[in-house]
């Protein structure tokens, strides 16, 4: 494959880096921008939401119910409720990383799974993409009702610090910015007819473009309240706790998945153990946007990101040995991946 080419298939994993550098560059400025177009553009990427999701994919999800189901409370549930019980509750996140960062990385292991990446990691490790597809889609229609509740009951709605505002405003603006741009996005579609496949791939092209522009803001805030550069050793702990966080719950959803077939088996687990980042950054946004730690609480969710695409792009390969093997005999033992169990 051509540099050109490989570049205009991967053109926003291009323009979130180049995003990233020019705002660790100059972050105030962006900073200073975020707090009045964020939410303008958080209300925006819903909207093209909702526009953009299949309409059928409710239906193909009737057909593999006992699947999707699974993958959705994996990914909305146990994933969220396992690592609350073990680690957040307890405080060892909070021991490791500070307060802020910890609440952080709960609110993104609340969200859903991914729009598209993850979808295209199972294609590349031999799973059933269109398991992922219809899951990608479901985690779209649930995780706007479900996932603030998950962060309500688990985190709590009120900022590290000063300046908190009444539950009431943070569940209207939650509404206002995320809920009712989504149904208005998927009201419309269903009434554009004909016209509606194309609506829907301009939509989705409209959103990467929106996103990178929230992410430049969003990189801006992270940014901007550690100065120029990070302390090596907090970069150093984020990542690596990040990192055995996110190869715990992928081995966990793994073995979760054992009776299934080898294909939907690496659908489900990869798409139940990745996270939104968008949908998360925009949670932290609306419910603790107005407190000085948001850089900090958009920190890890930002590298759970950058993580799960490494550790996704490392299991490819391995993962596809594993689905042209096809089940083990009984009395085998599987591994994640082709490593240990």
């Known amino acids: 494959m051509s540099l050109r080419r490989h570049l205009q298939q991967h053109w926003m994993v ?6 990233a550098l020019v705002a660790q560059r100059a972050p105030a400025a962006g900073a200073a ?9 958080i209300a925006c990427i819903f909207l093209l939401l909702g526009l953009s999701l299949p309409r059928d994919a409710t239906h193909k999800a009737v057909k593999r119910v006992a699947v999707h189901a699974r993958c959705q409370a994996l990914s909305l549930v146990a994933v969220p409720g396992a690592y609350y019980a073990v680690v ?4 060892l996140d909070a021991t490791v990383l500070g307060p802020a960062v910890a609440r952080g990385l709960m609110v993104c292991l609340s969200m859903p799974t991914t729009t ?11 799973g059933d993409a269109s398991v992922a ?7 779209n229609l649930l995780g706007p009702v479900v996932s603030p509740a998950t962060v309500a009951f688990l985190v709590g709605t009120s900022p590290a610090s000063a300046g908190e505002a009444p539950l009431a405003a943070k569940v209207g603006a939650l509404f206002l910015v995320i809920v009712l741009p989504f149904a208005a996005g998927g009201v419309a579609q269903a009434k554009l ?6 609506v829907r791939a301009a939509a989705a092209k409209a959103t990467k473009v929106v996103l990178c522009f929230l992410f430049y803001f969003l990189f801006c805030t992270v940014f901007a309240p550690f100065g120029p550069s990070f302390d090596p050793a907090t970069l150093a702990a984020l990542a690596a706790f990040v990192l055995a ?15 299934l077939a080898v294909p939907d088996r690496i659908a489900v687990s990869l798409m139940a153990s990745q996270k939104t980042e968008s949908k998360a950054a925009a949670l932290l946004t609306v419910l603790y946007g107005d407190g000085p ?3 900090e609480l958009l920190l890890p969710v930002v590298a759970y990101h950058s993580v799960q695409m490494v550790v996704a792009a490392a299991l490819a390969a391995p993962m596809r040995a594993a689905a042209r093997r096809g089940p083990p005999k009984p009395g085998d033992v599987e591994p994640l991946g082709g490593g240990a169990a």
Do not use: I
């Open 293 to 295: 730690d948001l850089g």
């Open 245 to 259: 966080t996110h190869v715990v719950l992928l081995a966990l959803c793994w073995a979760a998945c054992r009776d």
């Open 14 to 19: 291009v323009a979130m880096v180049a995003a």
């Open 33 to 41: 921008l975020y707090h009045r177009y964020s939410k303008g553009l």
């Open 193 to 198: 007819g004909r016209a509606a496949p194309r």
């Open 133 to 139: 597809a219809v899951n990608a889609a479901l985690g």
């Open 88 to 91: 957040h509750r307890r405080g």
């Open 116 to 126: 598209t990446t993850g979808v295209v990691f199972t294609e590349g490790a031999g």
